[in-house]
T-cell receptor, first 110, second 114 residues
């Protein structure tokens, strides 16, 4: 069974700090997606990483796919209150359906 | 452009009651999904429809049924609600059923079973 484990489960930091959250598996994934979910809303796609070692940047957010395609990280530089939310990673299983990590709940305090 | 629309947004049921959650998408997507989200457990797939006319079980299908009414609409039915079905339910759609396709979500239905 493919599983995605996200860490930490919860992170609360001050505005302006940097942070990294992780999405790990013992299985190889063909791709991984990162979503952000705000309270009372559904998840919204941030990025898809496909190639081992790939790095994608979205403003202050940097996403990396591990060389072996078993893990991914999200690094936020100079976090802002607008970055607050639940960050979810997801990847396709052998039936081509997405399996999801439990998420990292991020709070950025002003 | 509404995207994915779910109704109702909130619902309280008594154990044993039935109800149908409605979902419609206006993006001409082929595939649609129903998930439930519980604290600390992420999103779990209940049922999905890879294309109009097909439905398949996901990870947690027991106690639920679905209908792909047409390309736009995909409903989820609880025949006899149980407290364990208290959750937030999300409908999503994607252009195709391949797992690398981004999924677009509605804002969820918050369901409480007393």
């Amino acid at each position: 069974t493919q599983l995605l484990e996200q860490s930490p489960q919860f992170l609360s930091i001050q505005e302006g700090e940097n942070l990294t959250v992780y999405c790990n598996s013992s299985s190889v994934f063909s791709s991984l997606q990162w979503y952000r979910q705000e309270p009372g809303e559904g998840p919204v796609l941030l990025v898809t990483v496909v190639t081992g070692g790939e790095v994608k940047k979205l403003k202050r957010l940097t996403f990396q796919f591990g060389d072996a395609r078993k893990d991914s990280s999200l690094h936020i530089t100079a976090a802002q209150p607008g970055d607050t939310g639940l960050y979810l990673c997801a990847g396709p299983d052998s039936n081509y359906q997405l399996i999801w990590g439990a998420g990292t709940k991020l709070i950025i305090k002003p | 452009n509404a995207g994915v629309t779910q109704t109702p947004k909130f619902q309280v049921l008594k154990t044993g009651q039935s109800m149908t959650l409605q979902c419609a998408q206006d993006m001409n997507h082929n595939s649609m999904y129903w998930y439930r989200q519980d604290p600390g457990m992420g999103l779990r797939l209940i049922y999905y429809s890879a294309s109009e006319g097909t439905t398949d079980k996901g990870e947690v299908p027991n106690g639920y049924n679905v209908s792909r009414l047409n390309k736009r609409e995909f409903s989820l039915r609880l025949e006899s609600a149980a407290p364990s079905q208290t959750s937030v339910y999300f409908c999503a759609s994607s252009r195709t059923g391949w797992g690398n396709q981004p999924q677009h979500f509605g804002d969820g239905t918050r369901l409480s079973i007393l």
